[in-house]
């Protein structure tokens, strides 16, 4: 997933043009304090998912991504959808 940043001085705007550019390319906004309620919500830290986002995945994390991906597309084209499939 792609990532943009905006930052800036406080009354600089980016709370208000965020939304808007996100909507503008067609991407999810995050504000920092939907991060807040995320870290309470899995007993984290921001600081630790901000970590986590910014490393490089694992060999086992490339590798769920894809068969994640695999198994979505196949639930879609109704392969792994379908009960009577097969």
């Known amino acids: 997933m792609a990532i943009i940043t905006m930052g800036g001085l406080s009354g600089g705007g980016a709370r208000a043009l965020g939304p808007l550019v996100a909507e503008k390319i067609r991407a999810d906004y995050v504000d920092r304090l939907i991060l ?3 870290a309470r919500h ?13 490393r490089p995945p694992t060999r086992g994390e490339r590798f769920t991504r894809i068969l994640q991906r695999i198994l979505e597309r196949s639930a879609v084209t109704g392969a792994g959808g379908d009960p009577y499939f097969g």
């Open 42 to 54: 899995v007993g984290a830290t921001v600081e630790a998912l901000h970590q986590r986002e910014e």
């Open 36 to 38: 807040a309620d995320i």
